[in-house]
Antibody, heavy 119, light 106 residues
Framework: HVQLQESGPGLAKPSETLSLTCSVS?????????WGWIRQPPGKGLEWIGSLFHSGVTFDNPSLKSRVTISLDTSKNQVSLQLNSVTAADTAIYYC????????????WGQGTLVIVSS | SSELTQDPAVSVPLGQTVRVTCQGDSLRNYDATWYRQRPGQAPQLVFY???NRPSGIADRFSASSSGNTASLTITGAQAEDDADYYCASRDGSAYVFGTGTKVTVL
């Protein structure tokens, strides 16, 4: 049974870097699949941020690509997200998820963590 | 990047059939994926590809597509289907979500 759990600061200051970690259990992230992040501003729709395969292949949202770094720590079975130069528009629930390389479907999701960007 | 457009809201009497539609250019090249998001919960995959329903998802969910339009049909809607539904698809090496449809089961 695959489980994903996001963690990180719930508050970030404008212009700073948002850093989140997703701990995966029940599946080794080096065994396959892409691992990625999605966000949802309060009361709004979903936005895919990007995903990464353990080989280093990445898929990115063009609108966020310049500010996003996704990385894998296979020794800890964790997926990380860094989002630079945040503004209030980056306030959202951030989800990590497992993503297939065929249909790109997101078949396993974490419960999400709310990050508020405010001074 | 491509956009996927959905009707904002639709309602359905308990036990009746409802169709949620999704339009966008990327659907001409890629199959849609569908997610259900109940209030306060993470999204959940309910259908993907041409004919794939994850284990645990009721067979009352089905999907179809034609041209730039994809549809998710719930046949015999239940109270637990009251949720937001999002379509999504590949767009080259990216992935895009639809605008979302609020399905209300009356």
């Amino acid at each position: 049974h695959v489980q994903l759990q996001e963690s990180g600061p719930g508050l970030a200051k404008p212009s700073e870097t948002l850093s989140l970690t997703c701990s995966v259990s029940g599946y080794s992230i080096s065994d396959g699949y892409f691992w990625g992040w999605i966000r949802q501003p309060p009361g709004k729709g979903l936005e895919w941020i990007g995903s990464l395969f353990h080989s280093g292949v990445t898929f990115d949202n063009p609108s966020l690509k310049s500010r996003v770094t996704i990385s894998l720590d296979t020794s800890k079975n964790q997926v990380s997200l860094q989002l630079n130069s945040v503004t209030a528009a980056d306030t959202a629930i951030y989800y990590c998820a497992r993503q297939s390389g065929r249909y790109f479907e997101l078949d396993q999701w974490g419960q999400g963590t709310l990050v508020i960007v405010s001074s | 990047s491509s956009e996927l457009t959905q009707d904002p809201a639709v309602s359905v009497p308990l036990g009746q059939t409802v169709r949620v539609t999704c339009q966008g250019d990327s659907l001409r090249n890629y199959d849609a994926t569908w997610y259900r998001q109940r209030p306060g919960q993470a999204p959940q995959l309910v259908f993907y590809g041409k004919d794939n329903r994850p284990s645990g998802i009721a067979d009352r969910f089905s999907a179809s597509s034609s041209g730039n339009t994809a549809s998710l049909t719930i046949t015999g809607a239940q109270a637990e289907d009251d949720a937001d539904y999002y379509c999504a698809s590949r767009d080259g090496s990216a992935y895009v979500f639809g605008t979302g449809t609020k399905v209300t089961v009356l």
